[in-house]
Structures are given as C-alpha cells and as structure tokens.
C-alpha cells in the first residue's frame, strides 16, 4: 500500500470537513482513481466539483490518468470564476 | 518615447529602481494593456496600472455601477453609481493620471468583437466574472500570441497565472472543460471578502508590468493559490497540456467559437434568475397563489446565514448543498415554489428536483430580491 496526504483547498475543504487526510491507496492507482476514493470516504464530497477540479501531485501539476508516486502529497483546487 | 519634465518628476519613485530606470517607464509609456472587466480585479489592475504610468489602458465592461459593487470595485464611487462602468473608471483613472490615454469599450466581450479590441493592446488583463468570458480571453490571447494575465476569486480564495501559449500552458491546458453549469457559485451569489480581489488584481497588475518590462520571473508556468483566512499562498508548477485544443500541436480550434454554447451559461447575464418559462413563477403571482386555499410549499435552498437578511414565513430551508441528500423531506404530491436570494441556485434545485422526479415544483424567478421589489418593500434586497 502507497500513504498519500491529500490537502482540500476552498470548497472542497468545507465539504470534506478537514483541509488534509492521510489515506492508504493501493500503488499504481491514477488521480482520477483516488478521487473516486476520496468521494467513497467523504460522502460531502460533490462528484461534480472533484471531477472539475485541478489536482497537484508534489506541487506539479497533473492530469486525471496520472499515477500517484509513493508518499506523494495530492491537492484538490475547486475551480473558481469570480471576479 | 521621451518623457516630459512633469512624467520624470511623477515617475521618480520608479526611476530609482534599477529593474525600471528612464527606459523601463519610457517603456511603460509606450505599452498598453486591455483589462477585461472593470469589477473586482478590473479595479485595482487598472488604478495600478495607470498610476505607473503606462501609456494606453482599454477598458471593457457594458455594465452600470451599482451599489452591491463598491464594497470591493474601488475604481468606482458612490458618486458614480448609475453610470457606465467604463465611463466611471475612464473618470477615476485619468483623474489619477492624466499622462495617460484610456480607451473604452462600453460593449460585451463577445467572440465577435474580441480579437478586434483585443489586437491593439500588448498584454491583456482577465478581470472578468464567468467562465465563458474566461475561455474568451485565453483563446484571444492564444490566437493573438498575447500573454493573458489571469485572476478569479471566490470568498476567501484567489487563483492568479499569466497564460502564455508561446512560453507556457493557457488556462483551457489546466481546465480544458468548463465545469457544469452552475456547479461553481458565482461571486453575486456566494459573496466575496472585498479585498480579496484587491490582493489578486494587484497581483496581476504587478505580473503586467513585469511582462511589459521584461523583468523579474512572472507567473508562465505556475498557478499561485491564495487563501485570505490562512493567509497562505501556494504554488504549483503548470506544463502545457500536449492534448490542448487550443494551443497543443494537433489543436482544432483555430477560431473563435461560441463561448456560451461552449459552457452551457450565458456569460452576460448570470443572474437571470430563471428557470425558463415553463417553471418559473414571478413574485406576484406567488403572493397571490400563497393568499389561495392551498398554498404551495416553499423551499427555500439558500444559507441558513442568508436567512437572517430576509425570509419568507413558513419557507422550509434546505440550502442547495444538502438538498440531494434530504429529498426524502419533502413530499413529492405537495406543490411546492423553490426560491434562493436571485433566482440561480433555485433554478438548479429545481433540475435536481425534477430528475429526481418532482413534477409540482416552480422557481421564484428573481428569488426573495424579486420579492423584496415588487412584493413587499419591507424586505431589504442583497
Ligand atoms: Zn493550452
């Protein structure tokens, strides 16, 4: 099993109801897998918002079919329009 | 492009920094930049920009300054409520510099005129409030080879890049879908802390002038995230999406397209409030359907700290958010009218509402505002 920490930036944040979470994922498992997990374990999660999300690995940025590297630190940004 | 004696004495401040000097502010005297929206961002990216003296700044904006604006649009007065947004910072910016010439674009931004405005203008500036006008301006700049200085902001978060398809990823690379329509609250509707966009529009006008001056590491290539409350900035690194329609190498679109269509939103009127004819009820008709024998059920889907502006008695709260998980609440039989503060998130749990199976159901189009206007006075409008 691969610890990642997952931090939740803006809404995500008041939907998760933590801004991070250590979660254990299987290695191998892609962006768009973890986030399917993430949803599975905060049911605030809104799909929707995860799934238009911009993520990080490591502070770069990546795309949904991206493998997660071992301890990796994953960030989730709603995106936002206002202006 | 030689400065005046009276430039070089207002310039002095800038003239002593080494990175900027008489060449840099002759420089910035020769550039222009076209600041898309002259709101929250447009602000101070504008007055920033104009006192620093750069030599020719266009404005768009069709809007009318309004009174809900001053509490972050600080280009704007209350003198000057009422009047064309543009006109009103034409005012305040020249008022500030007169050195400078300001253009005006008292027009929406639409596909049809943007690479005409945009053309003339060295860098453009993104201060604009919906995500079509957001894929708009990157596609202007991507077709223009223009670097587009990106800001947003909702409540207490602010995102800036500078996108710049020749040297870095555009905004469609990070985001190359829109999300689904009014699945990211707007501004009008989620509220915004008023100097947030005073922290990310001086952000822009700061990577602005960098890009005019060709100093300094700007934005290419990275996102900053900023959060008020934790006072944090982040960054990540961004890199050009090989996939991307705009500016990857197999890119399909090479024109302008249709930005409304495109994300499923009108960008210009983003607080229409309805939920289209067939499902909306306007606020008289509600009065009088409510005085009836047997009034529908009123749900109202705001924040339960919104309620605290105005309600309507009797309305039951289940803000938007939690709506899907309580559905089994509410009685399906009952006719029931949904409402919220402008009519926008109550025409989207109407949607829920009605794929969930609902068939009794309307939007109070324009919401309890509507209300407030034509139905009971007492009620203040937010
Ligand atoms: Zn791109």
Not at chain 1, 5 to 32: C, D, M, N, Y
Not at chain 2, 132 to 147: I, Q
Request: proline letters at 7%.
């Amino acid at each position: 099993m691969n610890p990642v920490k997952v931090l939740f930036f803006a809404t995500l944040r008041h939907q998760a109801g933590v801004r991070s979470t250590e979660i254990e994922i299987p290695e191998g498992i892609t962006v768009r897998q973890l986030k399917e997990r993430l949803v599975e374990r905060f049911p605030g999660l809104d799909w929707q918002v995860m799934d238009h999300c911009l993520a990080s690995v490591n502070q770069e940025y990546c795309a949904d079919e991206d493998i997660i590297p071992p301890g990796a630190e994953v960030a989730f940004f709603p995106p936002v329009s206002g202006g | 492009m030689e400065l005046t004696r009276e430039e070089i004495l207002r310039y002095s401040r800038h003239l002593l920094i080494p990175e900027v000097g008489l060449n840099g502010q002759r420089k910035l005297k020769e550039s222009s930049v076209l600041v898309i929206g002259t709101g929250g961002l447009g602000s101070p990216v504008s007055l920033y920009l104009a006192a620093a003296g750069v030599g020719r700044i266009g404005l768009v904006d069709y809007d009318v300054v309004d009174s809900t604006n001053l509490q972050r649009q600080v280009v704007h007065g209350t003198s000057t409520v009422g009047k064309l947004k543009v006109e009103s910072a034409r005012a305040r910016l020249l008022d500030l510099n007169p050195m400078i010439q300001v253009d005006v674009y008292n027009v929406p931004f639409t596909s049809a005129n943007a690479l005409e405005i945009a053309a003339p203008y060295d860098v453009i500036v993104d201060g604009t409030d919906n995500f079509p006008t957001r894929y708009l301006s990157n596609d202007v700049a991507v077709f223009l080879g223009k670097p587009n200085v990106y800001g947003s902001i909702f409540r207490f978060d602010g995102q800036a890049s500078v996108f710049y398809a020749q040297k870095g990823p555009c905004y469609r690379c990070l985001f190359p879908e829109p999300p689904p329509p009014g699945l990211v609250p707007t501004c009008a509707e989620g509220g915004v802390l008023g100097i947030l966009p005073g922290t990310i529009g001086t952000i822009q006008a700061t990577e602005a002038l960098k890009l005019l001056l060709g100093i300094g590491d700007t934005l290419i290539g990275r996102l900053l995230l900023y959060n008020a409350l934790d006072m944090s900035f982040d960054f990540v690194n961004l890199r050009k999406n090989p996939k991307c329609r705009v500016c990857g190498p197999e890119a399909d679109i090479k024109e302008l397209i249709d930005y409304e269509e495109f994300c499923g939103v009108p960008g210009h009127d983003h607080e229409s409030g309805s939920a289209g004819a067939d499902w909306d009820i306007s606020a008289p008709e509600l009065a009088a359907r409510l005085q009836s024998a047997n009034p529908p059920l009123l749900l109202d889907v705001r924040e339960p700290h919104e309620l605290q502006i105005s309600w309507l008695p009797g309305a039951l709260n289940i803000p938007l958010g939690m709506l899907a998980a309580r559905l089994s609440e509410l009685d399906s039989a009952r006719e029931m009218v949904v409402l919220c503060k402008a009519g926008t998130r109550s025409a989207r749990a109407l949607e829920l509402l009605v794929s969930a199976g609902f068939r009794r159901v309307k939007n109070l189009k324009g919401g309890i505002n509507a209300w407030a206007r034509e139905v009971d006075q007492n009620l203040p409008v937010y």
